[in-house]
């Protein structure tokens, strides 16, 4: 074993040998051992203390209050960013060095150690090369016999990394809890053992609940849980206890304060097992679905509805791809085709088309491609070797990005609507000719009694004015003159007939020119009722007028007269003795005026009205006493349409007529 000793030689006074070296010695030997042994475990003991404050970094001082000197350990140097080779501590040196912030701090806890005898404080410091760093600060006075306080010591630690990461943390924490509450999340805090749950405000709000106000155990969560959604959450939630998923997530419904139910997303993971590795702590959200919840439920409906309207609509609805390949066809697509859905999906649309119509989809399908959908005539092929004729109304599909995948034509079987379209091209063109010959026959017509009319009037104009030399011959006897006046009465009326032949041929011709112009209605109906009054008056009849006098209408004057007097005259011949004739103006629809003439009369059904504008139809009048030509109605109506108006007509058995005419207000 290595042998180390020290020790002390006493030489005599001065005593040498003759050659001038030391002849002898004499010496004492002591032993220090145990001493030696107690510096090496003293040195050995502050290595390891410096060693332990540099890994903690943690230093310690002292500082004598009656002297100011400072005391640091190495770390202390560290920490403060010193040389100890080049450093002299001081009180002034080490305020230097506090953060400028912090000096006021640092002060008043110096003051506050002294007076109390304890300190602990974490404040910042400035290194001389800029870095800051923070450390925490512990002190604790001493006292001497006399109990005067005469030292100060204490630890200094740095706990930057410890305090940078708190703020990391806390800023951490505060992105997350902004993250979620942002989100309206709710956050939950299970410990398994216990059962017990922390819940955040959000948690408790969105069921409706004020903070506090909901019981935060496993138990009264697993009770607001609807009964249908229980046993799945329950087996999701064991399943993920033992391991066997890897994620813990489930929806459901959780009851809500005022005892309905909202829809949720519960996440959560495992952050903590016990030390047999039982699961002992989990954290987790709950994401508030149920807009989410009621879209999709509303999505479904949506699809149902579309479902079943896509099996029981008429129409084909027949998908495709950009290519033209069938994604999708409805079951009366499968019947336009005849083919069956298995046997259509995956075909293109070009196998359904010929030459000639292959052009038609062609420009199509490029107008698709544009974007552009315009309904259009295609003819199929189908699966029988047949022809079907469609009307295609054609949409582009999009994707949510707003890319074009393809589009849906709506397609419906035109073919019997083609057939119809070729008869009644047929037809029409039939009736055209026979509209023609018709024509020429009226034209005929009119010519044949425009001349026939011109042809009696002559001599009928002859025998009126011989009969009327008659009436006024004296020599004539009761029964001659009863004679004269029958024939007169016979002429005047076959020359009536006449002259509303001529002009009801003149209107049919096309002959009748109109001078359509504002006509005051009240000037014009109190001309009417004047002519129209002696004839009224014999029968007991009374005349009643409603027209105000800024009223006017768009009109012939003389056709209008003509109309209203022929109105007028029939109320009274039709008419009932001691009865009344209404004739007023009210407004009707699209800036016209109406123009009603009532009468008391018999009246008909009002199945027979049509009737009543037929020519020479006088409904039965022509076998009584009433005289009229059975065309005065007709004429009425003609002229009323010339003046781009129109006629009507109400009545019922027993209630009377009410005629009325439609003409525009004149502006």
């Known amino acids: ?28 030997v002591l032993d220090i051992d145990t001493r030696k042994q107690a510096e090496l475990a003293l040195r050995a003991s502050e290595r390891r203390v410096r060693e332990a404050q540099a890994l903690a970094h943690l230093g310690n001082w002292q500082v004598d209050l009656d002297s100011g000197a400072l005391y640091w350990s190495e770390e202390v140097y560290r920490i403060f960013g010193r040389d100890p080779a080049r450093f002299t501590p ?7 060095a506090v953060h400028p912030d912090d000096v006021a701090l640092v002060r008043r806890s110096s003051l506050h150690a002294i007076k109390s005898g304890r300190r602990d404080l974490v404040h910042r410091i400035v290194r001389p090369d800029g870095t800051v760093r923070h450390v925490h600060q512990l002190a604790r ?3 001497a016999a006399n109990g005067r306080l005469w030292r100060l010591s204490g630890t200094v630690q740095d706990v930057t990394a410890r305090i940078e990461a708190e703020a990391r943390l806390h800023e951490s924490e505060r992105r997350f809890s902004f993250a979620v509450e942002g989100a309206g999340d709710g956050v939950w805090d299970w410990d398994i053992g216990s059962g017990a749950l922390q819940l955040s405000g959000h948690y408790e709000s969105m069921l409706g609940y004020a903070p506090g106000e909901l019981e935060a155990s496993i138990g009264a969560w697993a009770a607001s849980v609807h009964p249908d959604d229980l046993a799945p959450a329950q087996g999701i939630l064991d399943s993920y206890l033992r391991g066997e998923t890897g994620v813990y997530a489930i929806e459901l419904r959780l009851r809500r304060k005022d005892g309905g139910y909202r829809w949720v997303l519960r996440r959560g993971t495992l952050v903590e097992r016990d030390e047999q590795g039982r699961p002992r702590r989990m954290i987790g959200i709950h994401s508030d679905i149920g807009d989410r919840k009621a879209a999709e439920l509303k999505l479904a409906a949506r699809e149902t509805l579309l479902s079943a309207i896509l099996n029981s609509t008429r129409q084909g609805f027949w998908f495709i791809d950009k290519e033209g390949v069938t994604t999708d066809v409805n079951p009366s697509m499968c019947a336009i085709l005849g083919h069956p859905r298995e046997r259509l999906l995956g075909r293109s649309v070009w196998d359904f088309v010929d030459a000639a119509n292959a052009d038609i989809l062609r420009r199509e399908l490029a107008r698709r491609a544009q974007g552009l959908s315009d309904p259009y005539e295609l003819t199929l092929r189908r699966g029988d070797g047949g022809e079907v004729f469609c009307l295609n109304i054609p949409s582009v599909l999009y994707d949510q990005g707003g890319a074009r995948i393809g589009s849906v034509g709506i397609f419906t079987d035109i073919s019997d609507l083609k057939n119809a379209h070729r008869e ?26 425009s001349s026939m009319s011109h042809e009696l009037r002559t001599p009928m104009n002859a025998i009126i004015g011989f009969a009327q030399m008659l009436e006024y011959d004296s020599g004539l006897n009761e029964d001659q003159l009863d004679n004269v006046l029958e024939v007169l009465k016979a002429g005047r009326h076959l020359l009536h007939l006449i002259n509303e032949v001529l002009d009801l041929a003149k209107i049919e011709s096309g002959h009748v020119e109109l001078s359509l112009e504002p006509v005051a209605l ?13 004839l009224a008056a014999k029968r007991a009849l009374s005349l009643r007028a409603e027209v105000a006098p800024q ?14 007097l022929n109105l007028l005259s029939n109320a009274v011949k039709y008419n009932r003795e001691g009865g009344a004739i209404a004739l007023r ?13 009532s009468d008391s009369g018999a009246g008909i059904a009002p199945e027979r009205i049509d009737e009543l504008f037929q020519p020479f139809s006088r409904l039965g009048a022509e076998h009584g006493s009433i005289e009229g030509t059975g065309i005065g109605l007709t004429i009425t109506r003609r002229l009323a349409e010339l003046m781009g108006g129109r006629i009507g007509v109400d009545s019922e058995p027993g209630i009377g007529f009410s005629f009325w005419i439609e003409l525009a207000r004149a502006a």
């Open 1 to 28: 074993a290595p042998y180390e000793i020290e020790h002390r030689v006493v030489w005599p006074a001065g005593a040498v040998a003759r050659d001038g070296r030391p002849a002898h010695m004499l010496g004492v």
């Open 90 to 96: 001081s009180s002034a040196a080490f305020f230097a």
């Open 141 to 143: 006075a001493e006292c």
């Open 424 to 449: 009644l091209a047929e037809f029409n063109t039939r009736l055209s000719l026979a509209r023609e010959a018709a024509e020429r026959a009226n034209a005929a017509k009119s010519d044949f009694l």
């Open 522 to 534: 009240a000037a014009i109906v109190d001309e009417c009722l004047q002519l129209i009054a002696p």
């Open 551 to 564: 009223l006017t209408v768009r009109a012939d004057r003389v056709r209008l007269k003509q109309v209203l």
């Open 585 to 597: 103006a009210e407004a009707a629809e699209s800036d016209r005026l109406r123009l009603i003439v």
